[in-house]
T-cell receptor, first 113, second 115 residues
Framework: GENVEQHPSTLSVQEGDSAVIKCTYS??????FPWYKQELGKGPQLIID?????GEKKDQRIAVTLNKTAKHFSLHITETQPEDSAVYFC????????????FGSGTKLNVKP | ETGVTQSPTHLIKTRGQQVTLRCSSQ?????VSWYQQALGQGPQFIFQ???????GRGNFPPRFSGLQFPNYSSELNVNALELDDSALYLC??????????????FGEGSRLTVL
């Protein structure tokens, strides 16, 4: 089955700096790669996603890049703010109906004011 | 629009007992997935239900079972509880229709502790 690895496990940045989280996947058939943000005591919430026919996607301060050849994708957060502090998960899925997602182990991001 | 709700939020069981967790899907969603999230780990797929039928299963033993009801709410049942079953159990709903966006809408989870 698919194996998604995520690095780093913890990341501490100063407010206003950029943060980058990286993930690799093993199944070349995976074609959908979402990123979820989980705040304490809450369920994960989708923040951005990318499909395999696109190399990059941006939404305000958040961007995701995908390298299908190398089977890795990254989350980029610019101008970080304290409210960005949370645990971030990457995930991968394949097929038409995305019925199964494989999640990375998470990155705890701490943005220091 | 009502989001995904799960109950109970916390519960404690002992080894060998059975547990039932409940989930109400978001309004308009007919597909429910269950995930197990161990402490400090990412969610792990248990199974998905679409229109009351199991539509995919992860690497979990048969003592993990589920149901989906005509109103698309769902239950996760775990028999013969083991210490390693201690985790946050997340329910997520999706539209399951067209277009399929892929976005999972998660509830806040049920925290199960097995002693």
């Amino acid at each position: 089955g698919e194996n998604v690895e995520q690095h780093p496990s913890t990341l501490s940045v100063q407010e206003g700096d950029s943060a980058v989280i990286k993930c690799t996947y093993s199944d070349s058939a995976s074609n959908y790669f979402p990123w979820y943000k989980q705040e304490l005591g809450k369920g994960p919430q989708l923040i951005i996603d990318i499909r395999s026919n696109v190399g990059e996607k941006k939404d305000q301060r958040i961007a995701v890049t995908l390298n299908k050849t190398a089977k890795h994708f990254s989350l980029h957060i610019t101008e970080t703010q304290p409210e960005d502090s949370a645990v971030y998960f990457c995930a991968a899925s394949k097929g038409y109906n995305f019925n199964k997602f494989y999640f990375g182990s998470g990155t705890k991001l701490n943005v220091k004011p | 629009e009502t989001g995904v709700t799960q109950s109970p939020t916390h519960l404690i069981k002992t080894r060998g007992q059975q547990v039932t967790l409940r989930c109400s899907s978001q309004s308009g969603h007919n597909t429910v997935s269950w995930y197990q999230q161990a402490l400090g780990q990412g969610p792990q797929f248990i199974f998905q239900y679409y229109r009351e039928e199991e539509n995919g299963r992860g690497n979990f033993p048969p003592r993990f079972s589920g149901l989906q009801f005509p109103n698309y709410s769902s239950e996760l049942n775990v028999n013969a509880l083991e210490l390693d079953d201690s985790a946050l159990y997340l329910c997520a709903s999706t539209t399951g229709g067209t277009p399929i966006t892929g976005e999972l809408f998660f509830g806040e989870g049920s925290r199960l502790t097995v002693l």
